[in-house]
């Protein structure tokens, strides 16, 4: 088998001077905090400032191509700014969020839509663009370096999981790993229809550049940055950040087209595809909405969607997106995608869309991930790796086998005391056989097995959720978890019981409130 491919970790984790930026872009971060905002709020104000300043800092750049018109209006740029104090300060500010919104479509429009000033007292506004962004350097001292400050920053933010912002970030390790087997291409068109902060199309991008920069020609490296590369995100705050956060590393242009659009990407379907689609789609327990499938059948909701395109209605957000993320794919497409344990074994619709996903698709592997590696507590997941098929004769499954690699069992990861790391992954990088997969083979450690077609069609339900493996700590006293790890999996699984639960309630018509009491314990806990 090959041997792994040397991928950057996590972004600056070794570099001195980008963990400089990102303790700088941090101390930034605790001086808005201490104005009362969240941490997915003062990111949002962080990103409104550096792009005005990156982009004053672009227009003085003797050495930047001329443009016929600048990427920030005259009156609404940075040095409209510098040159006031106070609260004519504060009120031009919100002069310029307000226009700046008004240009939808662009990546201008999308970093600034909606955008409010919620940095209230007019002295910390003016410390802010005056002393502290204002004395420093964004772009001129190297793009990519200060497009993993930023993500260093989110990555952080992500850490204030009471404010939410966990629940858009991806661990970079698992996102290395993915990208890395899945191999992106410069002839790749590449998406991820529920984005975040981008993460997933960052590291595809980079991992262009660092294996076939050299081997593009002018038009494809033109094409990498403006289009060939593209997202979606729901939550307009989020999406302002992913077009701030891909700026910064060079994907896009301040005046160009946005890269990232903002909306339900359930909504219609795909006017575009991919050759490959990353994506980590929002873990839920219901849909705000009801889909018509190809079957005819709605449940009652004041708004349901008519996707042709579908083939089984269901509420279930995660298997929406993963019809989405079906049609989402050009023929000879491939995905990887990562997906909570239900999606592989709930019946009814579910049990539909995995025998079209066996027999439309080639279903290949399926990567078994731990609980603890994620900033929403008590997730247990898998990364679904398929290509889209054309029919073959005589309806025979595009699916012949699928190879399973259980990194749950036994593997036990805090956020803090004992993160995901890229090296976990090698073992399994190792064994995808991404060169030739045809030269697979079930490890010595009996973690990567290999089923075929008929042994999971024969499956209650066509259940995906394959188990082999037996914890040794169950066996083994000498081998017994730490009492801090055993409480943070009691913790997760808690909290995986109470997202079940309120699933359940949900489904009968309940209303479901949250239990601050229940909330309370497991804090403690």
Request: overall charge negative; aromatic content about 8%; hydrophobic content about 40%.
């Amino acid at each position: 088998m090959r041997s792994t491919e040397a991928v950057p970790t996590f972004v600056g984790a070794a570099d001195p001077q980008t963990r400089s930026l990102v303790a700088k872009l941090w101390n930034y971060c605790n001086v808005l905090r201490d104005n009362g905002l969240s941490t997915i709020e003062y990111v949002e104000q962080l990103s409104y400032l550096l792009f005005l300043k990156m982009a004053d800092e672009l227009a003085a750049d003797p050495f930047a191509q001329e443009a016929a018109d600048p990427i920030v209006p005259s009156g609404l740029d940075w040095q409209s700014l510098v040159s006031k104090r106070g609260e004519e300060l504060e009120t031009h500010y919100r002069k310029v969020l307000t226009e700046l919104g008004k240009h939808p479509g662009t990546t201008l429009g999308t970093v600034f839509a909606k955008a409010q000033n919620r940095i209230t007292e007019p002295a910390l506004l003016e410390k802010l663009v005056v002393e502290l962004i204002g004395k420093t350097a964004w772009v001129l001292e190297g793009t990519d370096l200060k497009g993993d400050a930023y993500e260093g920053l989110l990555a952080k933010g992500a850490e204030d999981t009471k404010t939410g912002a966990g629940q858009y970030f991806t661990p970079r390790p698992l996102i290395d790993a993915m990208v890395q087997v899945m191999r992106p291409g410069p002839a790749d068109t590449i998406t991820d229809p529920a984005c975040g902060t981008a993460g997933f199309l960052i590291a595809a991008h980079s991992y262009i550049r660092q294996h076939h920069l050299q081997g593009l020609s002018r038009e494809q490296r033109l094409a990498l940055g403006q289009g060939t590369i593209w997202g979606n995100e729901l939550v307009p705050g989020t999406a302002r950040l992913a077009a701030m956060n891909m700026l910064l590393h060079g994907i896009g242009e301040a005046g160009g087209d946005s890269l990232i659009a903002t909306g339900d990407a359930l909504a219609d379907a795909p006017v575009r595809r991919a050759s490959l689609v990353l994506a980590n789609p929002p873990f839920g327990k219901k849909s705000a909405i009801t889909v018509v499938g190809t079957d005819g059948k709605t449940d009652r909701e004041d708004i349901s969607y008519d996707r042709f395109d579908f083939r089984a209605t269901t509420t279930n957000k995660q298997l929406n997106f993963l019809q989405h993320i079906m049609s989402l794919l050009e023929m000879d497409g491939r995905a990887a995608v990562v997906l909570p344990d239900n999606v592989l074994f709930e019946g009814g619709a579910g049990e539909r869309i995995r025998r079209r996903l066996l027999q439309e698709f080639n279903l290949h592997t399926i990567l078994r991930l731990p609980a603890g590696i994620f900033y929403a507590g008590g997730v247990k997941a898998n990364v679904l790796f398929f290509e889209k098929k054309p029919p073959r004769a005589d309806e025979i499954p595009n699916t012949s086998e699928v190879w399973v690699y259980d990194f749950r069992t036994g593997m036990h990861f805090t956020l803090k005391q004992r993160p995901l790391r890229l090296v976990d992954l090698a073992s399994f990088i190792e064994a995808y056989s991404a060169d030739d997969r045809s030269g697979r083979k079930e490890t010595e450690d009996g973690r990567f097995k290999r089923f075929t077609y008929e042994e999971l069609i024969a499956r209650d339900k066509v259940n995906l959720d394959v188990t082999w493996l037996k914890d040794p700590a169950l066996d083994d006293a000498d081998s017994l978890l730490p009492p801090e790890v055993i409480a943070q999996e009691i913790v997760e699984d808690l909290q995986a019981a109470l997202a079940e639960f309120e699933a359940i309630a949900e489904a009968l018509g309940g209303e479901v409130k949250p239990d601050v009491a229940a909330e309370e314990v497991i804090a403690e806990a």
